[in-house]
Structure formats: structure tokens, C-alpha cells
């Protein structure tokens, strides 16, 4: 029989042995960050994975193959390919890249379903995708993703180029619990607060992964979205984001960019309107992200 994945070695015998794994996702390496960028970003979120006693898992799909594991020749690879040529991979598209065997990043949505299929529990991200700013129909399938699938996302709230509101309200209704890593607000990825509420703080990786175990014994078949600010010190300022943001966002209309380019349109922009600045940020929350992932896989795996 055909197999969906394929697993490197190293990962399964941590699976298999239920010691801890943190997924990873790919799309923040081919449409997120510019090269090399992405490729030190993601074999340092690799790297702060380790340094938490956790195995890391970089998802992506090679010529066809869902891998989990893939190498650092891999990433490096990826990373370089011009852009346009990998598929930007959400659920409607794991099943295409696969058949048509082609190169494919994975987003939060389809990491989440791979990581589901393996058996990892915990996922490390930048931003989770949301509902645009001005387009309450366009809603990532990120959102509907963790109402379905039963994996603990470790970011730093949705990014700060949406609507945080209206995205609140779709991952209520998806039922999805909002945790915030020593935080009584909603982190806005390139800021470290919004005024916005969430469903529970924690104080340490063993309190998150205590809920997520519960989740596991009541049988949820739904994500967690645990929250983190970015790093003190690099932190952008609030009113220098919402100024590139806004007019970001007003370049992204005027161009017509929609669908599936319209997110790495924003980061690009901003991160050019802040003179790098928004890009910074972004690269310092991915890392401790990761770290708090794998502390928390770690803490999982002692439950
Ligand atoms: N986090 C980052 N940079 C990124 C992403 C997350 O720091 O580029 C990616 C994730 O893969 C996420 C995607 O799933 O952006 C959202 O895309 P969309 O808005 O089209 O659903
Ligand atoms: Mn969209």
C-alpha cells in the first residue's frame, strides 16, 4: 500500500518511543522570508528545538513526497528555488502536489493535517493565517484547520496585517481554546500586545502541555492555539507597523493581489516599509517560538 508520508528516521524512533517532536512549517522558509534569511531562520528554529530537548520536524513535499524530516540540504534548497515555482500548499492542495509530484511548502493548515497523520502533537509558527482586513470572506483555511485537527499551535496570534477581531470570532465558533504563554492579551505577532482577550493564561510549557493532554484524554478533535509575544526588545513599533500595514494593504488592492499571494504580498511590503524592521521581528518570534514548542513537547511527553 501506498504510504501518505514519509518519515525520517530520526523522528520515527522519537515517535515511536513518545519522546518529543515540534512540526515545523515550510512556508514561512519559500514565501515568508527572503533568501538566506529563511534558510538561517529555519535551521535556527531547528536548532532552538534541540536546545529544548525536542526533535524538530521541517514539513514540506518533495517532487511529491509529504515529508516530515526533511534535511538541511533540503531547507537550503527550498529556500533558493525563484519564487512561484513551489506550491504554496493549504489543505485543497496536499492532494494535488502529491499526485503531480511537485514541490510544495506546506502552510499551517496542511502542516497541522501531516503532523496529525504522524502522530506529532506540536507545531511551531510565526503567525497563524486569519480573516483580511476589508475582506471578511477571505478567512485562512489556518482558521478552519485548527477547528479540526487536534495539534497544539505554538505562534504569536494571527498576523498583525488582519482583521484580530473578526479572526477571534471564527477560531470561537471553530471552537478552538486560545492560550497565552504569560500573557492576559493577545499578542499581534510584530507587537507583544493587543487589547484583545483570550481564553486562559499560562505560566510555564508544563501548564500548556497539561491542557493539551487534556484535550487528548477528552478525545478533542479540535487544535489549541497557544499564543506567545515576540520577544522584549523586538517588538515592533506599534505606530510604525500600523502605518506600513495600512498602506500595504492599500497597495495589495490597488495591484488586485488576492488568494494565496495576498499574505506574502503584506510581509514583503512592510517588511520593505519599516526598512527591515517588521522582518527583524518576525525572524526573533519564530525562534522563540520554536524553543517554547519544544519545551512544551518536552513537557507533554513526561505527562
Ligand atoms: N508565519 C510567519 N510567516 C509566514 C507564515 C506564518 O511568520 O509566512 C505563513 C503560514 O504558512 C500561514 C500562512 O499558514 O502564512 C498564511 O497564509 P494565508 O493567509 O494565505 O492562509
Ligand atoms: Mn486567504
Redesign the pocket.
Known sequence: MQQPLTINAEIKSALAASRPVVAL????IT???PYPRNVETALAMEAAVREAGAVPATIAILKGDITVGITSCDIEALAQMPPGSVR?C?RRDLAIAAALQQDG?????S?MIVAKIAGIKVFA??????V?RGQPQ?V???LIELGRSPVAVV??GA?SI?DLPLTLEVLESQGVPILGYRTDVLPA?YAARTELPIDQRVESAAEAAAIIQAADTLGAQHGILITVPVPQGHELDAELAEAAIAQATIEAEEASVG??D???FL?NRVSELTKGASMAA?IA??VNNARIAGQIALELSRI
Open positions: 512549517e515550510s512556508t514561512l514565501h515568508g522570508l504554496k493549504s511548502a506546506t502552510t499551517v493548515a502542516t509558527t510565526g503567525g497563524i493565517g486569519g483580511h477571505d485562512s483555511a489556518d505562534s504569536s498576523k488582519l505577532f488568494g494565496k495576498i499574505t506574502p510581509l518576525n518570534l519564530l
